[in-house]
């Protein structure tokens, strides 16, 4: 089983930075690939950024790659994300998530672990 805890979200102004992060209990932390989602008050939760178990291959949401950069260390058991030029649209809750093995990634089914979230507000 693994447990999940997101921090490092808060309030930043628009074209402002933040860097996510998410603290993974459990000794099989390697053994999963990871995902970063997110849900706006009204909206469905969507997928942002997944990194495979290895950290050796990154997926992201459409054009997220260009602003987001998704790692992780399996060493300390966190996964990271890092978030450029934020605009007030991406005001959400930002999950982090564990799956076993890979698959369709950008998909919130088989994703087996979840956590509590963070808030992100992004002032205009």
């Known amino acids: 089983q693994v447990q999940l805890v997101e921090s490092g979200g808060g309030l930043v102004q628009a074209g402002g930075s933040l860097r996510l992060s998410c603290a993974a209990s459990?000794?099989?932390?390697?053994?999963?690939?990871m995902g970063w989602f997110r849900q706006a008050p009204g909206k469905e939760r969507e997928f942002l950024a997944a990194?495979?178990?290895?950290?050796?291959?990154?997926y992201y949401r459409g054009t997220m790659k260009a602003r987001f950069t998704i790692s992780r260390d399996n060493a300390k058991n966190m996964v990271y994300l890092q978030m450029t030029s934020l605009i007030p649209e991406e005001t959400a809750v930002y999950y982090c998530?564990?799956?076993?093995?890979?698959?369709?990634?950008?998909?919130?089914?088989?994703?087996?672990?979840w956590g509590q979230g963070t808030q992100v507000t992004v002032s205009s």
């Open positions: 990194i495979s178990s290895s950290g050796g291959s990154t």
């Open positions: 459990g000794r099989t932390f390697s053994s999963y690939a």
């Open positions: 998530a564990a799956r076993p093995g890979s698959g369709d990634y950008y998909r919130i089914v088989g994703y087996d672990y």
